[in-house]
């Protein structure tokens, strides 16, 4: 083996090494400045069809962890119908809160990893008592 083929045996490795370091303290970047804010969770108020207010009799409250892939459906229809899916068919949703915790940001994978491009990315008012697809009346809040 000639010294130039060691050489670059020897990049492409350190190439491949300093890459996924390159990606861990992106996420670990991206998981302080949303930590930073003080926003950990979003918390999802959920009312039956025919609430347009989020504020009636019914509705009920869910909880997501901000930055970790859920499975859509997991802890309720809710959360499904916001993606417009039925529970556990396959959808993964990353949720997030912009810094100011003004806008609720929903990334819908088709992955369990949360990982690659997402198939759908919704940006929603917490201001907001927002309609699903299913009917429902969704209100986000940043935790």
Same mark, same amino acid.
């Given at each position: 083996m000639c010294i130039r083929d060691r050489y670059q045996r020897r990049v492409r490795g350190l %190439? *491949?090494? $300093? /890459?996924?370091?390159l990606f861990s303290f992106l996420l670990t970047l991206v998981l302080a400045v949303? *930590?930073? %804010?003080? !926003?950990?969770? @979003? *918390?999802?108020?959920t009312c039956p069809e025919g609430c347009s207010t989020c504020a009636c009799a019914g509705c009920k409250n869910l909880t997501f962890a901000l930055g970790k892939c859920v499975a859509a459906g997991n802890t309720g229809e809710a959360n499904a119908t916001q993606v417009g899916a039925s529970p556990f068919n396959g !959808? !993964? @949703? /990353?949720?997030?809160? $912009?810094?100011?915790?003004? %806008?609720?940001?929903?990334? @819908?994978? *088709?992955?369990?990893?949360?990982?690659g491009d997402p198939i759908t990315k919704?940006?929603?008012n917490t201001e907001a008592c927002v309609r699903t697809a299913g009917g429902q009346a969704c209100e986000y809040l940043c935790k």
């Open positions: %190439h *491949l090494f $300093d /890459m996924a370091r949303t *930590l930073a %804010h003080g !926003y950990t969770k @979003v *918390l999802q108020i !959808y !993964y @949703v /990353m949720p997030t809160c $912009d810094s100011g915790g003004k %806008h609720f940001i929903e990334t @819908v994978y *088709l992955n369990s990893k949360c990982a919704s940006t929603i």
